[in-house]
């Protein structure tokens, strides 16, 4: 089979805890039969036979224990009682049962029974009478009722399997997308015990992402449903317990993943007797994981002994079926399956090819006449040597980098010591010195390699001379985020950045190549992202958005043609990119970019990027870092930008200016807050939940064409709706019910604190603990706190977000002022 197909069909099972109302392999198999959408109306036309043949051939990639555990749970779900049915479809229940009630002529066949039989129906499929039941099922009237009548009450019509088949590609490929940035923290819960914590978190992570989705039928339906993602979460944990408590069924699908992209390599020493096994999974090592055991499966003379495979002494030779399990109190996980052969005549690890004409003891090679030996004289069998750097191509300095680690390391611990931050500060702000820290050592120089032609600079190489720089560039990056746990415990894994230096030259434009295969290594190396710098710019894209060879291009501008008007800190430059030959116009995720700045006497904190669109000047925020002189930020499209200083004057600050009026002008100048009108903030006039909104998605460059809302009073036309879809697919703000926004609405002090500590959530990492309770206490007037609030309020207090009033008061029900807004976005600035 191949392995994107079966990856997608055991994401979907991941999705859902394996569990499915079909029989197993259903769903994954649409993708080999060429269908792509398949409506209710046509569903029974799916051609059974091959589908049944498909299910089949996926079975085969499960172990007979681990087939034994899907059929358990297949069981069980058929025998479970409705109650329990009732009680796993309840919080979906719960979202569609009062549209159901609104208009019952429509929906006869809705109800909360009938749902649960459709369930227990399809779980009822005899694995041996597949073909006869699956047909049955699907032409059963009572099911095609049931079916189409859940399309028409959410208005999205002929839902089919095709359509739960894309949401759950698209769930995988997220999944995938945050696996990749976390295989560390993965085998790390691993080696503690916590991976199914750690999937569960990915898992519902990944699902929330999709259900926000614009296109897919499926997406359309979660929101028009208003069903939300802790209902999602409440549904696949109610499942877990009913019907796989052991998490036999996760761990089952889970080692199918990971077998699938697992490597497998091995040394051979003592003439054979000795075979030491090697894996590695998206080029973590798994060696050193401490429940981590390798076992022979088959009847065979080899037999284990201290992590390797041993030959009995007079044998000569032998083979054996082996596998790799992690076991940690009740969780076993197969990890590979694989076959060994070993012996004095096979010196060679798993996977190679033996040389040609393999020398024996005190022999020398066979060759044929008048042939040259094909293992010339000085150069052993086997594996061929790895390529060398080219020449004046300087890699990664490993040395410099554990030496440097000495200062951040003691930093992250004396701001511990002294209590200098918030646990979340600082854990967010050790993770972000040590990514900076990978930044600057895990370095490639290439500008040996660049070539000026006509004012453009190129440059060309080769990925496999480039292999062991990146190797060098991982090392760094482990060390690094080992010490990192050991130093702040709870801190996330840094981000592993490698750059590719092209050097400082005296040229208007350059052109740079990122190849297919160079993304392709970095990601073998666990590297999360790629950043070009040229002439002090850098360009860092994420690996996993990009999948084709691209093309960046920089290209520098004269200030007097761009701009007469504008003052710059920097220089200016256009930037395009080309994947797989086509332009590309925007990106899923920001990418980010680095000026190079010549502050001079500017204000520093009003130094932000700028889109120059011909006569039009955008600003696109960003922050400063005094410590490189670069200005940061992140971008879902290029054009021409450039530095300034962006000073924004208001005459009616005076009542404020003591304690809002630094705040305003610095939000003002990063363009999250505005004018009411040509020089007037009216800094005590409310503030709206949509105004709040767009502050919020502003300050956290949350901005997405993608996002979607489903409110009744908030249409496409309105100039706030992508900045409330935007809020609500990050989670920071909610309806005020399940189909109102109420754009208009003043935002209380409270509910902007909720926002404020939801978006540090969601966008730094920031956690809710119980101790943070007490944080709130510090108000006279606590008790006024709504209790859905409470926690968000609670979280604000506790970073320093909202303080009290002369009065010790926070007043949480009052109305939130332009000037207080300017306030609280300035300090999340600083988070």
Do not use: C
Not at 194 to 216: G, P, T
Not at 382 to 406: A, L, Q, Y
Not at 633 to 642: E, L, P, Q
């Amino acid at each position: 089979m191949k392995k994107k197909v079966l990856v997608s069909t055991l994401a979907a099972s991941l999705v859902f805890s394996s569990v499915s109302i079909l029989p197993l392999g259903t769903t994954g198999v649409l993708d080999k039969l060429g269908i792509q959408t398949v409506s209710a109306s046509d569903f029974s036309e799916m051609p059974l036979p091959e589908l049944i043949d498909l299910i089949n051939e996926m079975l085969r990639d499960f172990t007979e224990e681990e087939q034994a555990a899907l059929r358990e749970i297949r069981a069980r779900l058929a025998a479970l009682d409705k109650d329990a049915v009732r009680e796993i479809i309840a919080p979906i229940w719960a979202r569609m049962e009062d549209k159901v009630d609104y208009d019952r002529s429509k929906y006869p066949d809705l109800t909360l029974d009938n749902l649960v039989w459709l369930i227990q129906r399809g779980a009822a499929i005899d694995q041996d009478r597949l073909l006869e039941e699956l047909s049955e099922w699907r032409k059963d009237p009572q099911v095609r009722k049931i079916m189409n009548q859940l399309t028409k009450l959410a208005g999205v019509p002929g839902i089919g399997m095709g359509d739960f088949q894309q949401f759950r590609k698209k769930v995988y490929e997220e999944l995938e997308a945050l696996v990749r940035k976390e295989i560390p923290t993965l085998m790390l819960a691993i080696s503690q015990g916590r991976f199914k914590e750690e999937v569960d978190r990915l898992l519902d992570q990944a699902i929330e992402i999709v259900a926000q989705h614009k296109s897919l039928k499926i997406s359309k339906f979660i929101r028009e449903m208003n069903i939300t993602g802790d209902d999602l979460k409440m549904v696949r944990q109610l499942f877990v317990k009913h019907l796989d408590p052991d998490n036999k069924v996760q761990l089952a699908v889970a080692g199918v993943m990971i077998r699938s992209q697992v490597a497998f390599s091995a040394v051979t020493s003592d003439d054979g007797k000795r075979l030491t096994p090697k894996l590695k999974l998206l080029g973590y090592e798994l060696n050193n994981l401490p429940y981590l055991s390798w076992q022979v499966e088959s009847d065979s003379d080899i037999y284990v002994q201290d992590g390797r495979f041993i030959l009995p002494e007079g044998v000569e030779s032998a083979k054996a079926e082996i596998r790799a399990v992690l076991t940690y109190k009740n969780m076993t996980m197969i990890i590979y399956k694989g076959s060994i052969e070993m012996g004095k005549s096979v010196v060679n690890p798993p996977g190679e090819k033996p040389p040609v004409n393999p020398p024996g003891p005190g022999k020398p090679p066979v060759n044929p006449p008048g042939k040259p030996p094909v293992n010339p004289p000085g150069k052993p069998p086997g594996k061929p040597e790895r390529p060398k750097p080219p020449n004046g191509v300087k890699g990664p300095d490993i040395e410099k980098f554990i030496k440097s680690m000495t200062k951040w390391i003691e930093e992250i611990k004396l701001s511990h010591l002294e209590k200098k931050y918030s646990r979340n500060e600082a854990v967010a702000k050790a993770k972000q010195m040590v990514e900076e820290a990978i930044r600057a050592a895990a370095v490639i120089d290439l500008s040996k390699l660049v070539e000026k032609k006509n004012g453009l600079i190129t440059v060309d190489y080769d990925v496999d001379q480039l292999e062991q720089l990146f190797e060098d560039a991982k090392q760094i990056a482990d060390m690094a985020n080992e010490k990192l746990k050991e130093v702040n415990p709870d801190a996330y894994p840094a981000k592993a950045i490698l750059t590719l230096d092209l050097g400082k030259m005296n040229a208007s434009k350059a052109e740079l190549p990122i190849k297919k295969a160079l993304l392709d290594l970095a990601r073998t190396n666990g590297m999360n992202a790629i950043a070009i710098q040229f002439n002090g710019l850098t360009i860092t894209l994420d690996v996993d958005q990009w999948e084709a060879d691209t093309t960046w291009t920089l290209e520098q501008q004269d200030r007097s043609k761009v701009s007469s008007e504008q003052s710059f800190a920097s220089d200016i430059y256009h930037l395009s990119v080309e994947s797989d030959g086509k332009p590309v116009k925007s990106f899923a995720k920001p990418v980010e970019v680095r000026f190079p700045v010549s502050p001079g006497n500017s204000d520093q904190e009003l130094l932000v990027l700028a889109k120059l669109d011909e006569d039009t000047t955008v600003i696109k925020g960003g922050r400063y870092n005094p410590e490189n002189q670069t200005l940061i930020a992140g971008h879902k499209n290029f054009s021409t930008y450039g530095v300034i200083e962006n000073k924004i004057a208001f005459a009616d600050l005076d009542d404020v200016a003591e304690w809002a009026g630094r705040q305003i002008s610095v939000a003002a100048a990063r363009g999250i807050v505005e004018g009411r009108a040509e020089g007037e903030f009216v800094p005590q006039e409310k503030v709206t939940r949509a105004e709040f909104a767009k502050m919020i998605v502003k300050a956290f460059d949350l901005e997405d064409e993608s996002a979607a809302e489903s409110f009744a009073d908030v249409s496409n036309e309105d100039w706030f709706q992508p900045y409330v879809a935007a809020a609500v697919k990050s989670g920071i703000v909610n309806g005020r019910s399940e189909d109102r926004f109420e754009p208009y609405a003043f935002i209380s002090r409270a509910e902007m604190a909720t926002m404020a500590s939801r978006a540090l959530m969601q966008s730094r990492g920031y956690k809710m603990t119980s101790d943070m309770d007490e944080a709130t206490e510090i108000f006279t007037d606590a008790a006024e706190i709504h209790t859905t609030l409470a926690s968000g309020v609670a979280l604000a207090a506790h970073e320093g977000l909202i303080v009290g009033e002369d009065d010790q008061r926070f007043h949480p029900n009052d109305d939130t002022t332009r000037a207080q807004a300017a306030v609280m976005i300035h300090r999340l600035l600083d988070k």
